[in-house]
């Protein structure tokens, strides 16, 4: 929806050290599993699967290869919304800050910005 987009080398290449050293954050690796949590939390796909495992024939193989079959659907569905959406930064001060429109939260301010600068 964004008519401006970052390049592929800020989006893969840039880091932001002076916004994570500031809350106390110094180590890049520890950085990069925080930034995985989106995509970790709001798409695990093993819930289905384990309510219903022993309703299904097989109950001792197929669950367990429904669970992984989800994981890796929704590793790949989690990782194509994070890089989406941090192409579609279109301002980085506004995302990271507390007094945006969307009062903080970053994925709202990153289709808000987007949609402004769409519509106006």
């Known amino acids: 929806m964004a008519t401006q987009h ?6 893969f290449g840039h ?3 002076a916004q994570a050293e500031s809350v106390g954050i110094t180590n890049y690796f520890n950085i990069a599993i925080l930034g995985l949590l989106l995509p970790a939390y709001s798409y695990t796909g093993m819930d289905g699967p384990a309510h219903m495992s022993e309703e299904v024939e097989g109950a001792s193989m197929h669950p367990p290869k429904a669970i992984l079959h989800g994981w890796a659907v929704m590793f790949v569905g989690g990782l194509s919304l994070v890089i989406s959406l941090l192409f579609s930064i279109t301002s980085i001060d506004s995302v990271l800050s507390e007094d945006s429109a969307s009062g903080g939260n970053p994925v709202a301010q ?3 910005d987007a949609a402004v600068q769409r519509f106006g």
């Open 15 to 17: 880091f932001e050290a």
């Open 6 to 11: 970052q390049p592929a080398s800020w989006v």
């Open 110 to 112: 990153i289709m808000y």
